[in-house]
């Protein structure tokens, strides 16, 4: 049986994190986000899912400010990309777990995420949690996870290459 490993991304690693964004959404808008946030220093934690030894799945997670009355340092996970021809196997789901679990053991305490709920509820997003934020994204897409003591409310601030301030 294939086995699918799962790794911290490195630059060998940039073309085919192009090539598997590009495939999933099928466009180049995603890749060249993933791009632009590691360019301007933005990302957070990148793994990538290998199986026999091709790149299949990408993850980023990158640094997001949530402004109240000071910054508090929280993640966006965005984006993540599975080779279409291994979608529905459980490569996103390790991606995402593994990605948490290395987050939180790192001290990160919230995550927030822009997707459809039915997917990302089951890592326990939920909208309630991101309710009291400020963003242009407001809305049941936006939600959010928290590990620890965070923030509800405040002005949500994406790394410069999401292009919303
Ligand atoms: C969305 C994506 C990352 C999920 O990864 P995956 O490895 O295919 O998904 P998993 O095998 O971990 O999970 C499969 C489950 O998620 C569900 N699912 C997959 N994509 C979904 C989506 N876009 N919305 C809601 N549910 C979705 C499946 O129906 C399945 O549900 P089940 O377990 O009840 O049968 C992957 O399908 C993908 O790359 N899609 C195209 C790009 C994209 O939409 N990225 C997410 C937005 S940033």
């Given at each position: 049986?294939?086995?699918?490993?799962i790794?911290?991304?490195?630059?060998?690693?940039?073309?085919?994190?192009?090539?598997?964004?590009?495939?999933?959404?099928?466009?180049?808008?995603?890749?060249?986000?993933?791009?632009?946030?590691?360019?301007?220093?933005?990302?957070?934690?990148?793994?990538?899912?290998?199986?026999?030894?091709?790149?299949?799945?990408?993850?980023?997670?990158?640094?997001?400010?949530?402004?109240?009355?000071?910054?508090?340092?929280?993640?966006?996970?965005?984006?993540?990309?599975?080779?279409?021809?291994?979608?529905?196997?459980?490569?996103?789901?390790?991606l995402?777990?593994?990605?948490h679990?290395?987050?939180?053991a790192?001290?990160?305490?919230?995550?927030?995420?822009?997707?459809?709920?039915a997917?990302?509820g089951?890592?326990?997003?939920?909208?309630?949690?991101?309710?009291?934020?400020?963003?242009?994204?407001?809305?049941?897409?936006?939600?959010?996870?928290?590990?620890?003591?965070?923030?509800a409310?405040?002005?949500?601030?994406?790394?410069r290459?999401f292009?919303?301030?």
């Open positions: 049986m294939t086995e699918t490993g790794r911290t991304a490195t630059d060998a690693d940039r073309a085919a994190i192009f090539s598997v964004e590009e495939a999933a959404f099928a466009r180049t808008d995603e890749a060249e986000l993933v791009d632009a946030i590691r360019r301007d220093g933005d990302a957070v934690l990148e793994l990538v899912a290998e199986r026999d030894r091709a790149l299949v799945g990408h993850v980023l997670f990158s640094r997001l400010g949530v402004d109240d009355t000071s910054r508090f340092a929280a993640v966006a996970l965005a984006p993540v990309a599975i080779a279409p021809a291994l979608q529905g196997r459980g490569i996103g789901t390790a995402i777990q593994e990605g679990r290395r987050l939180r790192a001290g990160e305490r919230l995550s927030v995420v822009l997707g459809d709920p997917y990302y089951r890592f326990g997003y939920t909208h309630r949690r991101a309710a009291g934020f400020e963003s242009l994204f407001q809305g049941n897409a936006l939600q959010a996870l928290a590990w620890g003591a965070a923030p409310t405040g002005r949500l601030v994406y790394p290459a292009g919303v301030g």
